[in-house]
């Protein structure tokens, strides 16, 4: 048991740095180029034991924050230092299909490879995981994910909480060994849901804050655990606090969605503006509720952390504007394209009856470049969730069935690139394939169901089907 609950501090991912601009071959613009080395490090996770031997990009778990403009590409070298073979994706981006880290292209320990980023999408959180085919759960939960945040003038233009009072808050749940060391997921084949909740790599901490507004980018790191989270004040417990939603997994919502409970499943990003400015002097701890779908409670898997709130003003320049953007959905329309039976089959787990390891038949769709495809996606039950990530695009969450019912206002209020389809429930999304050609891969990103077939791909051609 962690007996230690609060009483460490956050700690904030450093900023990657920049190793050099090289100038491209035939624009002339600045190509900024990063080395990042796969390798291992010991974090002391429970002060009483030994430590834990992580694997992560540039020995940090997470790893370090890209912070990156629109417009300006990137090259980033990874290294692989560790003793796995790895594959990097940088979810969430429009990347080409050699660097969007398929999962058979793997780079052998000692090995390297420079994956190109176009950096061209609107502003928003993306993030850059391991997905290495049949151990990507492993990768990851050993410390191979980091945030990458793209900026764009527009998002700037909004003035939105920014520098120091722009925190991402990535969450991961994991368990742990008597002697100190992590408990591996290796030879899971259902879920490792974890009884220790960490925020930034360190379990239950707390974040000192001024009285004003954040902005927070949640991720779910997590292999197999889907939160809803909510906030009280030790003022007012079981009281939950009103906050802002302002983004989700393709940035910006169209405004801003004040809720009180916030889902967020495994990939998922949600940027949220808290207001310290009502707790001051006080203690707000963030909290995760009970009975989600499948996922195993423990003792202290309905906390989070806690943020300890300053007691004199400041003075807070940022603001909260009431309209963010304008979201390009895409046309909507009637017809269904494509349903996809996500279900636990023959001891795996498997789309529509194909598992990725049948290379002759795991390409389900043929999308033509630019076309809209709407796709049902159905949990086929069994009391499982599956959030589901269709890499390249942004998607638009049409409607809900056989369990909330209904689209949350702020899965509505932007675009999506994973979508939680909880238990029986059949889940409607519409996107435009494009803007490139290629082979790319669609998933449950439980990332145990994922190395256990729970993939597929779909092929976007310039030909139509
Ligand atoms: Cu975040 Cu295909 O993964
Ligand atoms: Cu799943």
């Known amino acids: 048991e962690y007996k230690w609950l609060y009483q460490f501090p956050l700690p904030i991912p450093q900023t990657k740095a920049l190793n050099r601009v090289i ?43 890209f912070q990156m403009q ?10 692989n230092k560790s003793k796995n073979p790895n594959s990097v994706h940088l979810h969430g981006s429009y990347s080409r299909a050699p660097f969007d880290g398929w999962a058979e ?94 925020v930034n790599g360190q379990p239950w901490p707390y974040f000192k804050v001024e009285p004003r507004k954040y902005r927070f980018r949640f991720l779910d790191a997590s292999i197999s655990r889907t939160f809803q989270l909510y906030f009280e004040s030790d003022k007012k417990l079981g009281q939950k606090q009103e906050f802002n939603v302002i983004g989700s997994d393709a940035g910006l919502l169209s405004s801003p969605q004040k809720v009180t ?69 895409p046309k909507d329309r009637t017809t269904i394209d494509h349903e996809f039976l996500f279900e636990r089959k023959d001891g795996g787990w498997r789309i529509n009856g194909v598992s990725f390891a ?8 043929k999308p033509a470049r630019g076309k809209v495809e709407t796709w049902k996606l159905i949990n086929g039950g ?19 069935k056989n369990g909330r019912n209904a689209v949350m206002p702020y899965e509505a209020a932007g675009l999506k690139d994973v979508v939680w389809l909880g238990p029986n429930e059949e889940v409607v999304v519409e996107a435009n394939y494009a803007p490139w050609d290629g082979l790319y891969m669609f ?14 791909a779909f092929n976007v051609s310039f030909l139509a089907d």
């Not at 996770?45 to 031997?53: E, H, K, M, N």
């Not at 069994?382 to 809900?400: A, E, M, N, Q």
């Open 382 to 400: 069994g009391g499982w969730s599956h959030p589901i990530h269709i890499h390249l695009v942004d998607f638009k969450v049409v409607s809900r």
């Open 261 to 329: 409970d916030l889902y967020i499943s495994m990939a998922e990003r949600y940027e949220v503006v808290i207001d310290f400015s009502k707790f001051k002097g006080e203690n707000a701890t963030l909290r995760n509720s009970r009975k989600i779908g499948a996922d195993i409670d423990y003792l202290h898997t309905d906390k989070v952390m806690k943020f300890v709130v300053g007691k004199d003003s400041v003075e807070d320049k940022s603001d909260l504007p009431s309209s963010l953007r304008t979201i390009p959905y």
């Open 70 to 79: 629109r417009g300006t590409e990137a090259v980033v070298r990874f290294i």
């Open 105 to 198: 292209d793997v780079t052998k320990p000692g090995e390297y490879k420079d994956y190109y980023y176009p950096n061209g999408q609107n502003a928003r959180t993306l993030w850059y995981h391991d997905h290495a085919i049949d151990i990507t759960a492993v990768n990851a939960y050993y410390g191979q994910a980091g945030v990458y945040v793209l900026h764009d003038a527009e998002e700037t233009a909004l003035n939105l909480p920014s520098g120091d009072y722009d925190v991402p808050l990535v969450l991961s749940s994991k368990q742990y060994n008597s002697d100190g060391s992590l408990y591996s997921p290796a030879s899971e084949t259902t879920s490792l849901y974890g009884d220790v909740i960490h």
């Open 358 to 365: 049948d290379t002759a038949n795991r390409v389900l769709a």
């Open 23 to 65: 100038p491209h071959p035939t624009t002339g613009k600045d190509i900024n180029y990063y080395e990042v080395e796969i390798k291992e490090l010991k974090q002391q996770v429970y002060p009483d034991r030994g430590p834990a031997t992580l694997v992560g990009y540039d020995g940090l778990a997470p790893g370090p924050t």
């Open 443 to 456: 998933h449950c990103h439980n990332l145990i169901h994922e190395d256990h077939e729970m993939m597929a």
